[in-house]
């Protein structure tokens, strides 16, 4: 099946009735963007930009800020790339971002939530994006980790659409965030779900204890029923729902997705080719078939077992 699965790839996401889904990669170094473009992704749907800055004892000026996104853009010249704004805290300690100390840190001042206390440096973030953008000709869109509520995705897109970033969306890793997605999704053009959080943060389970990864197993009903929410929110609106945490390069779930009516999966480059075969050979109808049973299901190895088709 691989070897005919590869054959298949072509480079451009669709299901056997050719319905386009966005297969896009995700990306935090010029070394994954040139991953990703090898790959044939269409783009990418997370760039991780905490990435470039592990090793920053302060934070980088504007100036070198758009030298680091640029040579992580430049391969992306007229392809759309989502820039996520810095996503430090918890797993992702930032040391030039001085959080202090926390007694749950993922459940603390993580994500967009460090700019409620300090736009500034969103604020030279997302100028820095807008001139990296502006040099490399990617067609970027940025969007923000880590929110809980619509007031939270409206602040963000006001500072970012000021910035002269036109595209603007927002992360969805928190049951609220999922619950609300109507408003969500109100307030900006796109949202992209981030499975690794929001199952970590809808089954109360550290993504980090591998005892508890059952628990976070991306084919869980409960996580399936959040992200048929937010599909069927994008879908009344005609606005963009992506999927950028790992279950996207799940080959069989990434279908299963896409019945639920999510339009981009971004994900490891490497997935790309499993994943794009793998939506090529089912029909739309089928998926969309899959993802009922799969959300009727009541945990995830009969939720594998009933999208499982033929
Ligand atoms: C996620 O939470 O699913 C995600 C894509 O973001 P990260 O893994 O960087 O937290
Ligand atoms: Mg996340």
Known sequence: AATRGRARWNGVGTTSDGHRVKLLANIGSAADARAGIAA?????????????????????????????????????????????????????PLPFLAIGEEPNPALGVRGLRVAFDRPDLLDRQLTAIAAAAAETGAEVSVMAPMIATAAEAAWFAERARAAGIERVGVMVETPAAALTADALLDAVDFVSIGTNDLAQYTFAADRMLGALAALNDPWQPALLRLIANLARAGLERGKPVGVCGEAAADPQLAGVLTGLGVTSLSMNPAALPAVGAALAERTLPDWQQAARSALAATDPAGARRAAGGR
Not at 54 to 78: C, T
């Open 40 to 92: 044939d992704a269409e783009g990418s749907g997370l760039f991780r930009t905490e990435f470039c800055f592990l090793d920053a004892a302060a934070e980088p000026d504007v100036e070198a800020q758009r030298g680091a996104y640029a040579a992580v853009l430049e391969p992306f010249a007229g392809k759309p790339v989502v820039v996520r704004t810095l996503d430090a805290g918890a797993d992702k």
